[in-house]
């Protein structure tokens, strides 16, 4: 049975950091790609960064808006993906989820019709 589990989600003020962590069980890591989702209230569910494997080209993929502030990376000898948020901004509040994409290659990681295995999320808040 897949299970990818998050946690590290919590509530922090504008500028701040959190690192969520996604432990997964049941898969062998070297065949899986993983994204990174986030869904805000009112909002649809967007992917928005991807850490592709050694299937693959072992890159990492950010959306534009988050270069610089978000880092994903993966211990598979630890079954774990992490993504590190830096200098958190009243946008960035939501539940972000964790997912395996089919593609090793993270294509199409932003729509989330090609994530196969999905977390239930953790949520973030970010308050002045």
């Known amino acids: 049975q897949v299970q990818l589990v998050e946690s590290g989600g919590g509530s922090v003020q504008p500028g701040e950091s959190l690192t969520l962590s996604c432990v997964v069980s049941g898969v062998n890591l070297d065949y899986y790609a993983f994204t990174w989702f986030r869904q805000a209230p009112g909002k649809e569910r967007e992917g928005v960064v991807c850490?592709?494997?050694?299937?693959?080209?072992?890159?990492?993929y950010y959306v534009d808006s988050l270069k610089g502030r978000f880092t994903v990376s993966r211990d598979d000898a630890k079954n774990t993906v992490y993504l590190q948020m830096n200098d958190l901004k009243p946008e960035d509040p939501a539940v972000y989820y964790c997912a395996t994409i089919i593609s090793n290659y993270c294509a199409g990681y932003q729509d989330p019709k090609w994530a196969e295995f999905w977390g239930r999320g953790t949520q973030d808040t970010v308050s002045s």
């Open positions: 850490a592709s494997n050694s299937n693959g080209d072992n890159k990492k």
